[in-house]
């Protein structure tokens, strides 16, 4: 009878120790499985944002050499024919005539102007003139052509010693920019722009402000989901390209402001 009890109770014993090795045995290869489904999960996701980017780069690389076309039509081709333009005026004679005579020199000066700000703004399309002039004085000309319209007051302020970033960043740090001020014209509404360049020893803060009708994000949110104009996604996903920190700071009737900050220690 003990013998009995003895086996019935070493069959329990062991029953017990192979139901446990056996509940480990799958704990462990749930545990592994799900750790390996969260691997997969996280390589997909770094494997999409990869190739997210490289479309990104792939684009403004396109859209750079677009750009740089049209900055050497400008120049080349356009600025040539408005310079012939105002020699074929200069040779016209009204010497009998000072009203026409009057009206050609001011026809002459309106043209000559328009050349001026026709370079000058394929200077600011070609990316090759960022790392021959800087990314600030570059910024510079983008406000100035601005003002020259008479329709904003513009702002330029820099703190800190100015430090060059790789060619590549400034470029896209500059279309942002460029991104912002087209948004202002655009929808602001604004009679002030305003840029802050901030040269700190880690990172280049960037502030853009204007005083225009602002607006409520949140009330472009829905489901969770923020439907943003193209203009506020291509800068959020250029940053993220280089990156960069994006915020985006707007009110109604108080002006929109939006920050960028690059730290200098992710050259690319």
Do not use: W
Not at 25 to 52: A, G, V
């Amino acid at each position: 009878m003990e013998n009995s009890e003895s086996d019935i109770f070493v069959m329990v014993v062991g029953a017990t120790v192979v139901l446990l090795i056996l509940l480990a045995f799958i704990i462990s290869f749930l545990f592994i499985y799900k750790n390996r489904q969260l691997r997969n999960k996280s390589e997909q996701k770094q494997i999409r944002e990869k190739y997210e980017q490289e479309v990104l780069k792939t684009q403004l690389e396109i859209r750079e050499q677009t750009l740089k076309n049209i900055s050497e039509e400008i120049h080349d081709n356009i600025g040539q024919m408005l310079s012939l333009v105002i020699l074929n005026l200069s040779a016209v004679v009204v010497e009998s005539n000072p009203v026409a005579a009057q009206k050609i020199e001011a026809i002459g000066d309106m043209i000559r102007r328009i050349v001026a700000n026709l370079r000058n703004l394929s200077k600011t399309l070609d990316a090759d003139n960022i790392s021959k002039m800087g990314m600030a004085a570059m910024i510079r000309m983008e406000l100035d052509l601005l003002e020259k319209t008479g329709l904003y007051k513009t702002f330029l302020h820099m703190q800190g010693t100015e430090k060059k970033l790789d060619s590549s960043r400034e470029i896209v740090i500059f279309r942002i920019v460029q991104e912002s001020l087209n948004n202002i014209i655009k929808h602001a509404r604004a009679s002030e722009i305003r840029i802050e360049l901030n040269y700190c020893d880690k990172e280049l803060a960037i502030a853009i402000a204007d005083n225009g009708v602002g607006f409520n994000r949140t009330a472009l949110t829905q489901n969770g989901k923020t439907y943003d104009g193209a203009g506020l996604q291509n800068m959020e996903r250029r940053s993220r390209l280089i990156n960069a920190h994006f915020t985006l700071q707007s009110l109604p009737a108080q002006g929109t402001k939006i920050s960028l900050t690059i730290p200098f220690s992710h050259q690319s």
